[in-house]
T-cell receptor, first 116, second 113 residues
Framework: DSGVTQTPKHLITATGQRVTLRCSPR?????VYWYQQSLDQGLQFLIQ???????AKGNILERFSAQQFPDLHSELNLSSLELGDSALYFC???????????????FGAGSRLTVL | DQQVKQNSPSLSVQEGRISILNCDYT??????FLWYKKYPAEGPTFLIS?????DKNEDGRFTVFLNKSAKHLSLHIVPSQPGDSAVYFC????????????FGQGTTLQVKP
């Protein structure tokens, strides 16, 4: 158990629908990151939050949004779902986001989304 | 634009031999490089890292080498064990004020008994 909790583990839905993925970071970690892993692809960075504020944005579609709440858990909202959104969505957390150090991210087990 | 590339999708080695996984990058501003290992149905787990000011870092059976002039790093596993069979991701961190990591596509390592 990495300490990063993601729910649900699996989700099957239809095109056009909206889903919410939830992430609870490791205790003490203030930064949360979301990554997408599509079939045979690497981990694509979507978005990062630090202590409730957005810190960095990657290739996140406009149909996707995220937020980090005061208790530091984060949610990734995916709307108007398309077949191509089927993927593994990983949440990761770290203590800090500052430039110093390797900033090791601790990953959750992922949420597998299937859009039919 | 793929800033971190792992050009070998898969690698197969015999137990006890050396496994060498390679990674290339394009951005000279990266200040740290990390390797992660991923088993099926689990999230990636951190393995080893190296600062851009170093050329080698060793941790037990795992050693990472960095060649800045070639923008290339490699992970050596000696000796390889069947339990090392997993997907290995190379990742890089920039020196900006965000700690995000940029990952390569991954290399699947199979260690045969």
């Amino acid at each position: 158990d990495s300490g990063v909790t993601q729910t649900p583990k699996h989700l099957i839905t239809a095109t056009g629908q909206r889903v919410t993925l939830r992430c609870s970071p490791r205790s003490g970690d203030l930064s949360v990151y979301w990554y997408q892993q599509s079939l045979d692809q690497g981990l694509q960075f979507l978005i990062q939050y630090y202590n409730g504020e957005e810190r960095a944005k990657g290739n996140i579609l406009e149909r996707f949004s995220a937020q980090q709440f005061p208790d530091l858990h984060s949610e990734l909202n995916l709307s108007s779902l398309e077949l191509g959104d089927s993927a593994l969505y990983f949440c990761a957390s770290s203590v800090e986001y500052e430039g110093s150090g390797a900033n090791v991210l601790t990953f959750g087990a992922g949420s597998r989304l299937t859009v039919l | 634009d793929q800033q971190v590339k792992q050009n070998s999708p898969s690698l197969s080695v015999q137990e006890g031999r050396i496994s060498i996984l390679n990674c290339d990058y394009t951005n000279s501003m990266f200040d740290y490089f990390l390797w992660y290992k991923k088993y099926p149905a689990e999230g990636p787990t951190f393995l080893i890292s190296i600062s851009s000011i170093k050329d080698k870092n060793e941790d037990g059976r795992f050693t990472v080498f960095l060649n800045k002039s070639a923008k290339h790093l490699s992970l050596h596993i000696v000796p390889s064990q069947p339990g090392d069979s997993a997907v290995y991701f190379c990742a890089a961190k920039g020196s900006s004020n965000t700690g995000k990591l940029i990952f390569g596509q991954g290399t699947t390592l199979q260690v045969k008994p």
